[in-house]
């Protein structure tokens, strides 16, 4: 990290950082920002003889964490969606509106996956109504999915994790502490 | 009336405290990891995947130092696997990275685990020890574990996300311990496979020219990986990830189409990347949270050649 971005950070914890400088920050490297960040409040704390419980905890990880499998599970049709939003733009409100209510069932698979696809018509609703009042649907798509779409749909690729779930388990098996019950992974999804 | 039930609950107390404090959590793992090798058992299980439901009968014994085991599905499609002639002191490492060290010297495994005993239990209508297993970073997956105080055998577990969901639920229903050592001379079923492969084995080595850059901190390569070439397994003690690469153009299916992404099923989750430079594609299946199986699928590397 350079100094004009140390500097930034130093107006920013003050209070003081102008919009160049705020972009200036966002644009560095992610983790060296993190640690100058944690750095800076320390010796403010030493400075002002205060003591903070938390000051060792970095729970970013965790967050993303958290965002990314959220964005997993309600991902499900990140291509349909984004053709839905482009009728949107398109003002074909009434489109909008019918397929927006087909929702997950459309392409639900087995009655677990449409419980999963649930999450998807909860999401895409807001987009879209944003988008039929002339809104911000573009925004509202950027943000859709950067762990990428869940695949549960797609057969070959099922057939593929099926696949290669039980060479897995072979391996697996001897490994987690479980034994042969591991199978019953594989077994039950066969028999589905 | 009150009062009497209170001291009757005192005194189970007493007694039963000595029992679970004879043994540490790192203690009941261990013996957990060897027990189910090493007895003989028939048991029906339940596997519990969201709203589904499946039931198994599992059979296990040891005969001529030999492990004999079957599983069969008990609804749906008929469906048995069985899985025979492994030599009980074959040597895995995942129960070997819970033996080798204990919860105390925080090493091995209890760097990445904390292991709590969190109460008694009955199950299968045996008393059991049930054991809370909270992972300290973000790339595993959580458990809770009952085990049978006799035997150690794992009579329920339950997997769940960093969330705090139940993703999965392994539960005994039934457990009988007196079966004869012979009682597995299954034929006609499918035999599960299981070959021994050193990793030194150079020929194997040098097919190999791909790696995850990246893994979770106490993940260990296993050793007994069937085809060096085509894909690695990782165990960190309880999870299990195995990572397969193969290409994306083959000389009999032609190009295969390959989504980068995600599939889920119960506590096992799959993550693709294609490597187009490669001319190859990468899968990572396992128990682990999505963020760990894209983690290490998108950190595959090739060997400059």
């Known amino acids: 990290m350079n100094d004009t971005v140390r500097e930034s950070l130093s107006a920013l914890m003050d209070g003081e950082a102008s919009e160049l400088e705020l972009r200036r920050i966002l644009s560095a490297d992610e983790k060296a920002i993190r640690t100058e960040w944690a750095d800076l409040h320390r010796s403010q704390e030493l400075l002002k003889n205060e003591s903070n419980p938390f000051i060792g905890w970095d729970i970013s990880s965790r967050v993303m964490a958290e965002i990314a499998d959220d964005e997993l599970v309600n991902s499900g049709g990140t291509g349909w969606k984004q053709a839905v939003s482009g009728l949107a733009i398109a003002a074909s409100v009434a489109a909008v509106v019918v397929i927006g209510s087909m929702g997950g069932n459309m392409f639900g698979g087995s009655p677990q996956m449409v419980a999963e696809n649930n999450g998807v018509s909860g999401r895409v609703y807001p987009a879209q109504a944003s988008a039929a009042v002339g809104g911000v649907a573009v925004s509202a798509q950027a943000q859709a999915s950067p762990a990428g779409p869940l695949l549960n749909n797609d057969a070959e690729a099922r057939k593929r994790f099926e696949a290669y779930l039980r060479k897995h388990t072979d391996r697996a098996a001897f490994n987690n502490g479980q034994g042969m019950v591991s199978y019953a992974r594989v077994v039950s999804q066969e028999s589905e | ?305």
């Not at chain 2, 589904?52 to 059979?59: A, C, D, E, K, N």
């Not at chain 2, 079923?189 to 080595?205: G, Q, R, Y």
């Open chain 2, 1 to 305: 009336m009150l009062v009497r039930l209170a001291s009757t609950a005192l005194a189970a107390v007493l007694v039963s405290a000595p029992a679970a404090s004879i043994e540490s959590g790192s203690e009941l793992l261990n013996r957990m990891t060897h027990s189910h090798r090493e007895l003989n058992y028939r048991a029906i299980v339940t596997y519990q995947l969201g709203e589904q439901l499946s039931s198994y009968r599992i059979t296990h014994t040891v005969h001529d130092g030999k492990e004999f085991e079957a599983l069969e599905s008990l609804d749906g499609d008929h469906q048995d696997l069985v899985h025979h002639g492994h030599d009980i002191n074959c040597v895995h490492p995942g129960p070997q990275l819970i033996r080798l060290f204990n919860a105390e010297e925080e090493q091995g495994f209890y760097r990445y685990y904390d292991v709590d005993i969190v109460g008694e239990d009955r199950v299968a209508g045996r008393d059991a020890v049930t054991l809370s297993i909270k992972p300290r970073d973000v790339y595993r997956l959580g458990y809770k574990l009952s085990l049978d105080n006799e035997t150690g055998l794992l009579l329920r577990s339950d997997i769940v996300n960093q969330q705090g969901k139940v993703l999965e639920r392994f539960q005994y229903a039934m457990l009988d311990l007196n079966i004869p050592d012979d009682e597995l001379l299954v034929d006609g079923a499918i035999e599960v496979e299981h070959k021994d492969v050193s990793l030194d084995n150079p020929a194997t080595t040098q097919l190999r020219v791909w790696r995850p850059d990246w893994i979770p901190a106490g993940f260990t390569p296993l050793k007994d990986t069937d085809d060096g070439s085509a894909a690695i397994s990782y165990t960190d003690g309880l999870a299990v990830m195995s990572v397969f690469v193969e290409p994306l153009v083959t000389a009999d299916s032609g190009a295969v189409a390959v989504t980068e992404g995600g599939m889920r099923r119960g506590a096992s989750v799959s993550y693709t990347v294609a490597f187009p430079d490669n001319g190859m594609f990468a899968t990572v299946v396992g128990e682990v949270p999505m963020l760990t199986a894209k983690q290490v699928s998108k950190s595959l590397s090739w060997d400059q050649r």
